[in-house]
């Protein structure tokens, strides 16, 4: 696993620690709820509410999971057209204590939910999600949403005239001139470089590595929408559910692996295998990492120390 040159960022949202060196923080996990086709609303019917008491306990798994394991989750709050954050901000803050990010297809939403959680004050615990490339008036909403306060922001790249790792590198700098023109300040900046396909994962994580090079920027990707792109065709066409689940597994672990500070994993109904896949991938990282430079994680939750403490107490004892 290749050390960066560049001063890498480390940031800290609701008690949470991103970025920093490859295998020094673990990767967080940031896991979906309540978006279209959620589970827990019976059927289709949005407007007659979720089940309260399988929400809580979905919460709960992820966060007995992220403390059995040392990785850290947060829910996308996802909120559909027409709907304010404002139950859904309110549940998963009451019944959890794991950072989160508002989430929508609209910025009218996605705006309203900010003004909720300044209001409330929980801006130290949440992230926007988030500023695109493809936002036609993207000044107007950095504006609007540095006027409201938010410190944590998310902006999501991509250059539909270079679909190479590239292009994310020339979609974030877009971002940045507009965030700068706009004259706006973040506390916190997050770089998403977009997935397209499952192998096309792939070049999320080298963007991101050019991206931490450049600007040393925590970076993230969602390899959850590149797996459930293909839930139809691998787990009724192909195979089952299953195979499905191993494929998704596989594209997290690679992800959390391979310069991802943050992934977004797809429902949170999932967590239950996608936190021990990349705890997995994190202790690989930091055992790599090692293999490199003799160094342990100064974090002593890290997964290779929960996880695996046998094999963290030999390596400890080969650095001397």
């Known amino acids: 696993m290749q050390h960066l040159n560049t001063e890498q960022k480390v940031c800290e949202i609701g008690g949470v620690k991103f970025g920093g060196q490859p295998g020094e923080h673990p990767s967080v996990c940031c ?16 407007k007659k509410g979720f089940n309260q008491a399988k929400a809580e306990e979905i919460l709960k798994k992820s966060e007995k999971l992220s403390q059995d394991t040392g990785v850290s989750v947060m829910a996308d709050i996802v909120a559909s057209p027409g709907e304010t954050f404002d139950k859904y901000v309110d549940f998963v803050t009451q019944t959890s204590s794991m950072p989160f990010c508002i989430d929508s297809i609209n910025i009218a939403e996605k705006i309203q939910g900010a003004k909720y959680c300044a209001e409330k004050g929980l801006l130290d615990r949440m992230f926007y999600n988030s500023l695109t490339v493809w936002e036609q008036d993207i000044e107007r909403e950095i504006k609007e949403i540095s006027e409201i306060g938010i410190k944590h922001v998310l902006l999501v790249t991509f250059d539909m005239e270079d679909q190479m790792p590239t292009g994310r590198i020339t979609g974030a700098q877009k971002l940045l001139d507009a965030i700068e023109k706009a004259g706006a300040e973040f506390e916190t900046i997050f770089v998403d470089t977009s997935v397209m396909n499952a192998p096309a994962a792939a070049f999320c994580s080298v963007a991101n590595r050019l991206i931490k090079e450049k600007w040393g920027f925590a970076c993230a990707s969602a390899p959850s929408n590149a797996s459930y792109m293909e839930l139809k065709r691998f787990k009724d066409e192909m195979w089952d559910f299953k195979a499905w689940s191993g ?6 672990a690679l992800s959390a692996f391979w310069y991802n500070d943050l992934i977004f994993s797809g429902p949170i109904a999932g967590a239950g295998r996608v ?15 090692f293999a490199e430079t003799k160094k342990l994680p100064q974090n002593s939750e890290h997964p290779l120390f929960k996880l695996f403490p046998d094999f963290a107490k030999q390596l400890k004892a080969l650095a001397g």
């Open 247 to 252: 494929v998704d597994s596989a594209l997290e």
């Open 275 to 289: 936190i021990p896949s990349v705890a997995t991938a994190d202790a690989f990282c930091a055992a790599s990492v």
């Open 31 to 46: 896991f979906s709820i309540f978006q279209e086709n959620d589970r827990l609303f019976e059927g289709k019917r949005r």
